[in-house]
């Protein structure tokens, strides 16, 4: 069967947030490449996933195969292994949209903003992979149970997408919004600090109010003009 959906991997699509994205992007009928350091540990998490979903269009590789078959790459990695992804993947991503839901947890202090140097995760990405990599941020504020549990609701969480390249913006709230999301274009690639430092933030809610993956929601309506 064929199928002109935009060609998805995930890079660390093993851990929760990756796994459970792949869940849904795939259930929403893109193909999915499940991507880990050792194609063995994605081939387990795409067993995982087709016992929840068997009628799903999933496969998994090592991270450089996964990111070379796709047309958006999605890195969904701990901020201690974010380097070394990109490393691997640098060339396999040229070109390309790439999707940093990286956040810049630093354990044990998980609950307090620590923005890197260069002021956000997804900006250090941007700024490595070089202005042929349309560099996007989304995700950091979406709970992983959420996303692995099956159908999600627009309560859930809204999603901040930026990056500076609004056609690419676009394409990434189009994918949220697939899967039951929603998205907003939320500027240039700079302003993923907000969203990276929110993590921590609803990390901090979550305990002190035992909330149950706490999210954010913009409010307000829309203008007719």
């Known amino acids: 069967m064929s199928n002109d959906k935009a060609r998805i991997a995930i890079l660390g699509g093993t851990g929760d947030l990756g796994w459970g994205l792949a869940l849904q992007l795939a259930k929403a009928g893109y193909p999915v490449t499940i991507g880990s350091r050792k194609a063995e540990k994605a081939e387990h998490a795409v067993a995982e996933l087709l016992e929840v979903a068997p009628d799903v269009q999933v496969?998994?590789?090592?991270?450089?195969d996964a990111a070379a078959a796709a047309d958006i790459v999605i890195m969904?990695?701990?901020?201690?292994?974010?380097?070394?992804?990109?490393?691997?993947?640098?060339?396999?991503?040229?070109?390309?949209?790439?999707?940093?839901?990286?956040?810049?947890?630093?354990?044990?202090?998980?609950?307090?903003?620590?923005?890197?140097?260069?002021?956000?995760?997804?900006?250090?990405?941007q700024e490595f992979l070089g202005d042929e990599v349309r560099v996007v941020s989304a995700f950091?504020?979406?709970?992983?149970?959420?996303?692995?549990?099956g159908e999600l609701d627009e309560e859930d969480c809204d999603v901040l997408v930026c990056g500076n390249d609004p056609d690419a913006r676009a394409a990434v709230v189009a994918l949220a919004e697939a899967i039951g999301l929603r998205a907003w274009h939320a500027g240039a690639i700079?302003?993923?600090?907000?969203?990276?430092?929110?993590?921590?933030?609803?990390?901090?809610?979550?305990?002190?109010?035992?909330?149950?993956?706490?999210?954010?929601?913009?409010?307000?309506?829309?203008r007719e003009d």
Do not use: C, W
């Open 59 to 64: 496969t998994g590789l090592a991270n450089p």
């Open 140 to 149: 950091q504020n979406v709970a992983a149970a959420h996303l692995r549990s």
């Open 190 to 222: 700079d302003n993923s600090a907000v969203a990276e430092g929110l993590t921590s933030i609803l990390i901090f809610l979550n305990k002190k109010y035992k909330l149950d993956g706490a999210g954010i929601r913009i409010t307000g309506h829309a």
């Open 76 to 125: 969904t990695v701990p901020f201690a292994s974010q380097r070394p992804t990109l490393e691997s993947v640098y060339d396999q991503v040229q070109g390309k949209i790439f999707v940093d839901a990286t956040v810049p947890l630093v354990p044990p202090k998980v609950m307090r903003v620590q923005l890197p140097e260069g002021g956000s995760a997804a900006k250090q990405t």
